[in-house]
Every structure is written in C-alpha cells, then in structure tokens.
C-alpha cells in the first residue's frame, strides 16, 4: 500500500500546475494562461478606425501607446451567443502580448484565476465547441461549474492580420485621436 501511495505521490508531485484568467463571453467560459495577459483594463473609450475588420473596435491610448482593440465575440465568431448592443460596465479588456504587438481583446466579464493541473487539460476536441473553431483552442478543463474552453491568442489572428494591426498600433495619440467615430 505504501508503494502505491509513494507512486501517486510522485506522479502528483511532478505534474505541472498551469495558472488561467478565466473570462466570460455570453454564458460560455473560457481561459487563458495567465503570462499570456500582460494587464486587465476597464473598457474605455474607444476610437474607431475607418476601413477595419469588422472585429476590431478600434483603438485606445494605453499610457501613451496606441493599443488595436478587438471584440472578441465577433473574432470567434461565436454562434448562439448574442450580441448586446454596446458594451456594459463589467466588459474588461484583455491587453495581451502577441508576436511583440500589444492588442486588447474585449470580453463580457472577467471571473479568476485558475490553478489547473496539466493532466486535467483534455485535448481540443475535432468539432466546434460552442460556435468556436478548434484551431483556436488549446485545450479544454473540465470544473465543477462546466466546461473552460482555454484559448491560444496566438492563433486568433492570422499572420495577414497581425501585420495589419501592427500598421495600427504605430499611431501617434494625436493620430488616433483625429480618426473620428
């Protein structure tokens, strides 16, 4: 019995802890690594830019530097969960670091952090999980609240459209604030 418990222990003891911000889109839960996010911000206001996916919102100005913000519903695509009509006070943006160019991604509500086990993070499944595509998941938790669907920001845009984004961050403040909404 002592031998059994001395391998579980091991097997616990080498296994990784990961550290997730969870966030809610709609009802559905999602995750990501915590050392992905580089800073959580209330909403704020927004300028738009002319001519702009319709995912990205536009921009702000982050202590000087010109951020490209995105709706994160609208980059998902998410089916099934509906779109309120302007942004509430609980939405946060999500400033993360992706390939050296800073980007804020809105998201409803923004809940903790998450300590999960490595071996509790299931593969991404072959089908869309609630409307998202599976080439933007990482992998998925299963909690006693449901299903945490953990997000890799690094696949969220492709390559064409990080370039584009990286034209918008090199604004000026003054720039950005003459692009009118």
Same mark, same amino acid.
């Given at each position: 019995?002592?031998?059994?418990?001395?391998?579980?222990?091991?097997?616990?003891?080498?296994?990784?802890?990961?550290?997730?911000?969870s966030?809610?889109?709609?009802s559905?839960?999602?995750?990501v690594?915590?050392?992905?996010?580089q800073?959580?911000?209330?909403?704020?206001?927004?300028?738009?830019?002319?001519?702009s996916?319709?995912?990205?919102?536009?921009v702000i100005?982050?202590?000087?530097?010109?951020?490209?913000v995105?709706?994160?519903?609208?980059?998902?695509?998410?089916?099934g969960?509906?779109?309120? @009509?302007?942004?509430k006070?609980?939405?946060?943006?999500?400033?993360? @670091?992706?390939?050296?160019n800073v980007?804020?991604?809105i998201?409803? +509500?923004? &809940?903790?952090?998450?300590?999960?086990?490595?071996?509790?993070? +299931?593969?991404?499944p072959?089908?869309?999980?609630a /409307?998202?595509?599976?080439?933007?998941?990482s992998?998925?938790v299963?909690?006693?609240? /449901?299903?945490?669907?953990?997000?890799?920001?690094?696949?969220?845009?492709?390559?064409?459209?990080?370039d &584009?984004?990286?034209?918008?961050?090199?604004?000026?403040?003054?720039? &950005?604030?003459?692009?009118?909404?």
């Open positions: 019995m002592k031998g059994r418990d001395q391998l579980k222990r091991g097997i616990q003891e080498t296994d990784e802890v990961v550290q997730l911000i966030f809610a889109i709609g559905e839960r999602f995750g690594e915590i050392l992905v996010i800073e959580i911000i209330m909403m704020s206001a927004i300028t738009e830019i002319p001519n996916p319709e995912f990205v919102e536009g100005n982050l202590r000087g530097n010109i951020i490209p995105l709706d994160l519903r609208k980059r998902l695509r998410l089916r969960v509906p779109r309120v @009509e302007g942004f006070p609980g939405n946060r943006i999500l400033v993360v @670091e992706i390939d050296e980007t804020g991604f998201v409803d +509500s923004v &809940a903790k952090v998450i300590n999960v086990s490595t071996s509790r993070i +299931s593969p991404p072959d089908i869309v999980m /409307g998202v595509q599976s080439q933007y998941i992998g998925v299963h909690l006693d609240e /449901g299903i945490l669907i953990i997000l890799d920001f690094r696949k969220i845009l492709s390559g064409e459209e990080k &584009a984004l990286t034209g918008v961050s090199r604004l000026t403040p003054a720039a &950005a604030e003459g692009v009118s909404r």
